[in-house]
């Protein structure tokens, strides 16, 4: 089961950031905090992923609490194209074999309006 | 980042036969990954398929109706094996870039009848 949890959905007004909550309160110390979208009929994009620290990429930004029981991922200025199913996952790295895993959750359906 | 393609991108199959899906990646990658998803459903993980060693399959997924192949580093493919409707799903492979980062290909749309 997903260890994860996201509100099913979310609107954004097109040009504002969209901030996507993500609860992860039985995270372990090494599991990373990961995101992807589904665009509508697309293979899952990957956006962003971190541990403890705050990330920031192109695309996105990762805010991640102290205690690490939850995140939030920002875009900054939404756009119609961002318009999609994100999913917040947790993941252990660095087991060879074992690694690799992504458990997918339900996600997140965020619809950018105009 | 890596590029990955998915063949066929859709077919429509009839009941009892069976489907093999290539998917060809633009690097050399340990780990590959297949899923499934349902319509209307997130994805869920069928195997993980390492150069060199045998699939290994999730719960609920089983050998003999998905048959996995990944003959180098570059390749696999997997196989829906005597389809049924509710094997018409969408079926996408990934891999493991050193990035810690996995990249998923188009999928394949497939539809039973």
């Known amino acids: 089961d997903a260890k994860t949890t996201q509100p099913p959905s979310m609107d954004c007004a097109e040009g504002r950031a969209a901030n996507l909550p993500c609860n992860h309160s039985t995270i372990s110390g090494n599991e990373y905090v990961y995101w992807y979208r589904q665009i509508h009929s697309q293979g899952p994009q990957y956006i962003i992923h971190?541990?403890?620290n705050n990330e920031t990429n192109e695309m996105a930004s990762l805010i991640i609490t102290e205690d690490r029981k939850s995140s939030t991922l920002i875009l900054p200025h939404a756009t119609l194209r961002d318009t999609a199913v994100y999913y917040c996952i947790v993941r252990v790295l660095g087991i060879y074999n074992q690694g690799g895993k992504l458990i997918f959750g339900q996600g997140t359906e965020l619809s950018v309006k105009p | 980042s890596a590029v990955i393609s998915q063949k066929p991108s859709r077919d429509i199959c009839q009941r009892g036969t069976s489907l093999t899906i290539q998917c060809q990646v633009d690097s050399q990658v340990t780990m590959m990954f297949w899923y499934r998803q349902q319509p209307g459903q997130s994805l869920t993980l069928i195997a993980t398929?390492?150069?060199?060693?045998?699939?290994?399959?999730e719960s609920g997924f089983v050998i003999d109706k998905f048959p996995i192949s990944r003959p180098n580093l570059t390749f696999s493919t997997l196989t829906v094996s005597n389809m049924s409707p509710e094997d018409s799903s969408i079926y996408l492979c990934s891999v493991e870039l050193p990035t810690d980062t996995q990249y998923f290909g188009p999928g394949t749309r497939l539809t039973v009848l």
């Open positions: 971190g541990l403890k």
């Open positions: 398929a390492n150069q060199g060693s045998e699939a290994t399959y």
